[in-house]
Structure formats: C-alpha cells, structure tokens
C-alpha cells in the first residue's frame, strides 16, 4: 500500500489543483471528481476519501454520485476496453455469443480487467451501429457484423500493440 501512495504522490498533487479551483462552488464536487477520473483512470475508495477530506464533503455523497453516475468508475479500467454491444439488434444476431467467447478467451466476466491491465470487459447498450449488428467498441473503434471466431483476432491485434 506504500508504494501505491508513493506512486500516486504526483496524481494527489493534480488533484490538489482542481480541487482548489472548485472546493466550495455549487457543484463543485463532479468537475473535481471528472478530474479525479481522468487523472486516476477511477474514483477508488482512497481518492474518494481525499476528495472527502480536502472538500468537506461527505464520503457517502461522493460514493453515491461515484455509483449514480455510469462515467465514474470505482476500479481501474484496462488500456483497452471492450464494449459488446447488447442492444436488441445485436443481442438478436449473436452478440452474447460474442461476450461469452472474449469472456473465455480473456479469462475475465463481463466488468472485469485482466490482470496485465491491458483489457477491460464491458456489456453496453446500443452503441448506434445497428446495421453492423452484432458490434463492439474497443476504445473508439467499431468492430461489426462478427462472430464468436472474429473474437481472437481482435484479442490479438491489441496485444500485439501492447
């Protein structure tokens, strides 16, 4: 646990900034948690309770606009996220096939990253590419019309890129 602190040293200090700049204005605590977010890749329970100390604001309502809001998220994400997309579209030619074969081929359940950090499992709703159904989203890029055997060539592109 020391060493993490040691390492986020840098990141609280970053934090400290935004803080400064919203500690006390209405609203301030969900910029200074977008920010926390960005700088943290998650708003885990330590950084939860920093923002509690340095804001005043309660923990309980820093974990419950955590939990409330679908952009935060209370563990780290991967370098990679892949969003399946279950969506009636999709859901309807295949797609869970698809989760559960990167599920496999990953060793992760849906909402998991892989110890290495590298991917992030994710279920989504409609990502708006219904005529590519089934589709995923590995970061910003779309991948469409796949099935289960489309599933390791894509693993390994992005394990390749590191």
């Not at 840098?10 to 400290?16: F, G, K």
């Not at 960005?38 to 005043?56: A, L, M, P, R």
Request: hydrophobic share 40%; aromatic share 8%; charged share 20%.
């Amino acid at each position: 646990m020391a060493i993490q602190a040691a390492d986020r040293t840098a990141q609280y200090a970053e934090l400290d900034k935004v803080i400064e700049k919203w500690k006390g204005e209405a609203g301030g605590v969900l910029p200074i948690m977008q920010h926390a977010q960005e700088i943290f890749g998650c708003v885990d329970e330590d950084v939860q309770n920093y923002i509690s100390e340095k804001t005043g604001v309660p923990v309980t309502t820093i974990y419950g606009i955590a939990t409330f809001y679908s952009l935060f998220t209370l563990k780290p994400k991967g370098k990679y996220t892949i969003g399946v997309c279950l969506g009636t579209a999709c859901y309807v030619k295949g797609s869970q096939l698809v989760i559960d074969e990167l599920s496999k081929q990953l060793n992760l359940e849906v909402g998991g990253t892989s110890e290495d950090g590298l991917f992030t499992l994710d279920a989504t709703r409609c990502i708006g590419c219904c005529g590519l159904a089934p589709a995923l989203m590995v970061n910003d890029e779309v991948y469409g019309r796949l099935t289960p055997a489309d599933v390791p060539g894509i693993i390994e592109k992005y394990t390749q890129l590191g």
